[in-house]
């Protein structure tokens, strides 16, 4: 028989069902909610709402494009932590009380675990061990994996996120939400040795981004005192300046754990991780260490049930189930689902 499951990712504002048949993902239908645009975030309230409109469409159409009836699901996953607690509700809900009129396995996801399996949803896959650079707007760990469903995270950031780090510069340059994403576009324009901005000096695999977010903040208030056009004028050699150094302290660090760890199958995860900038400096960094590379497609770096069906067709196959009492939680560690 077999092993056919459907996954629910719904831990921030994209509501998101996909469909895996033994190992395989045959659909991956992502909604998203441009209501937050207007605020400059995601207001979780307003997200909760738009997964509650979204979750029975988004559901059907991927199960109606991966030719799959209601009866043919082994299982039901969800994400269970981390994200927005209201977010998690919805699809938590939907997926237990789908599991239950089943009668099939629910199984939980947890959310970051999920992001560097997203690295074998696709061929060629990262050989066991290896080590995964997973960055997002709140998460930047650097994960020792020794198979799918042993991790270990060995360095990760001691404050800001990477992602957080893009998107508080692009408002500090008055660029719209989401502004991570415009960073990228504007320095691909620009000259990145322009502007130089401080790397942390954080012992060990740690990152730490909140000292260079006050670094930008000093160095734009102060050229706009000399320049009220400053950053207008030098908008593109300003991004390529702030990636430049966010990548370069991704990129360090990675190589530390490299080293220390002998490890050379290097992969990365995440939403950042759809950035051109850190796609291309791994790529070369790659080729300058001896790296074996893996770079997820696009569809698969940002919030997507893809990567969420992945880890759970692992699970299924260990045997690792929910009980129906399980809830979702705002936070948890990789070893706690």
């Given at each position: ?13 994209d ?28 207001v ?9 409109e ?70 060629p896959?990262?050989q ?12 930047t ?24 780090a ?11 939400y ?8 504007h ?151």
């Open positions: 028989m077999p092993v056919n499951i459907l996954a629910i990712e719904s831990s921030c504002d509501t998101s069902a996909a469909v895996i048949a033994d190992g395989k993902v045959l659909s991956n239908v992502i909604a998203g909610q441009a209501v937050h645009e207007q605020y400059g975030g995601v979780p309230e307003l997200a909760s709402r738009a997964h509650q979204n979750i029975v469409p988004v559901v059907d159409l991927a199960l109606k494009k991966a030719n799959m009836q209601l009866a043919d699901l082994s299982a039901v996953a969800f994400t269970q932590s981390p994200g927005l607690i209201g977010s998690l509700l919805v699809g938590s809900c939907f997926a237990k009380s789908m599991a239950l009129a089943l009668d099939v396995p629910l199984i939980g996801v947890h959310h970051m675990q999920a992001h560097v399996l997203a690295n074998f949803i696709d061929d896959q990262p066991f061990p290896c080590l995964c650079l997973t960055v997002s707007g709140g998460h760990q650097i994960v020792l994996c020794e198979s799918p469903l042993k991790m270990t995270v060995i360095g990760e950031t001691m404050d800001d996120a990477a992602g957080e893009f998107d508080k510069s692009a408002k500090l340059l008055g660029l719209p989401p502004g991570g994403p415009l960073v990228d576009k320095a691909r324009d620009g000259n990145p040795d322009r502007f130089r901005f401080p790397e942390p000096q954080i012992p060990g695999l740690n990152f730490s981004f909140s000292g260079l977010k006050t670094a930008i903040l000093y160095f734009l208030q102060e050229n706009r005192a000399k320049q009220a056009d400053f950053v207008e004028a030098n908008i593109a050699d300003i991004c390529a300046s702030i990636q430049l150094r966010i990548v370069t302290i991704l990129m360090n660090k990675l190589v530390k754990a490299s080293k220390e760890t002998g490890i050379s199958e290097i992969c990365i995860a995440g939403g950042v991780s759809a950035n051109s900038g850190l796609r291309k400096a791994l790529e070369t960094y790659g080729a300058q260490h001896n790296w074996n590379v893996y770079i997820p497609k696009f569809e698969y770096c940002t919030d997507n049930a893809a990567m969420i069906a992945m880890t759970a067709h692992y699970k299924y196959l260990a045997g690792e189930f929910s009980p129906l009492d399980t809830v979702p939680t705002a936070r948890a560690a990789f070893s706690a689902i």
